[in-house]
């Protein structure tokens, strides 16, 4: 029990010690730059699939229940609508840079870690939280709120693509039934959450490539150890900053 708890411990002291750096190349682009365009491009394939397949997913199976009540089908717009930018979008940006991002940072930092990499900056003066931490911490919290966009984007306009197909509509129709009942008192929380996110995903995946055992086992151990622990950790925030936003 005592080690579970102390591993915690680590990474929370871990996480807080990485906020000052990040927050301090914020102001510098070219310490991020080419992280954030690594992330963000690397994910740019998932988001499409993802995007796509739920907007016309949703629609598809959604129509079918709605059009058994009279005037339901009306609804759909705004019922998609709020799966999508209230709920898939968020957690779908934060899982695919979970499972994608995280893993290569895990494994990333396991190899310097085993090739010796860490200690010759160390040996040097030169602090690898600040060097290899915050910029891809930084590039993680930067990037799921950017492909959350794409992905509600794209899920939109699939769903009105599937309904130009099967039924009967207009781009304005459409477009008003989308913002008929959603506020920026919803929209903004869920956008908000994809921050913390990305703040987990890039503190687990770095503490994870950090502490990996030295050899070839523990490079591979560090990228199933991250995506293991960053998908958990964005599913666990999801649901506890929804029902904070819903106490508040």
Not at 17 to 43: E, Q
Request: charged fraction near 15%.
């Amino acid at each position: 029990m005592i080690g579970p708890l102390a591993e915690v411990g680590h990474w929370a002291a871990f996480a807080c010690r990485s906020l000052l750096p990040t927050a301090a190349i914020s102001v510098r682009p070219a310490f991020w730059l080419r992280p954030v365009a690594a992330v963000v491009l690397g994910a740019l394939p998932l988001v499409a699939v993802l995007g796509l397949a739920l907007g016309a997913v949703i629609w598809m199976q959604t129509r079918g229940v709605l059009e058994r009540t009279a005037g339901a089908t009306d609804l759909l717009p705004t019922v998609l609508a709020a799966a999508v930018l209230l709920e898939l979008a968020p957690v779908g940006a934060g899982l695919i840079v979970a499972t994608r991002t995280g893993a290569s940072i895990g494994a990333e930092l396991a190899a310097m870690r085993a090739s010796e990499q860490l200690d010759a900056l160390e040996i040097l003066g030169v602090s690898p939280r600040r060097w290899l931490v915050a910029p891809r911490v930084f590039a993680c919290v930067v990037s799921v709120p950017v492909l959350h966009v794409l992905t509600a984007a794209l899920a939109l306009g699939s769903g009105f693509a599937a309904e130009l197909l099967t039924g009967e509509t207009t781009w304005r129709k459409y477009e008003t039934a989308v913002l008929a009942e959603l506020r920026l008192g919803d929209v903004l929380p869920a956008a908000a959450k994809t921050l913390v996110f990305g703040w987990l995903v890039g503190v687990s995946s770095c503490y994870v490539g950090l502490t990996a055992r030295i050899g070839a086992e523990g490079v591979g151990r560090a990228a199933t150890t991250s995506v293991v622990i960053c998908t958990l950790l964005v599913l666990a925030a999801d649901v506890f900053l929804v029902a904070v936003t819903r106490l508040l």
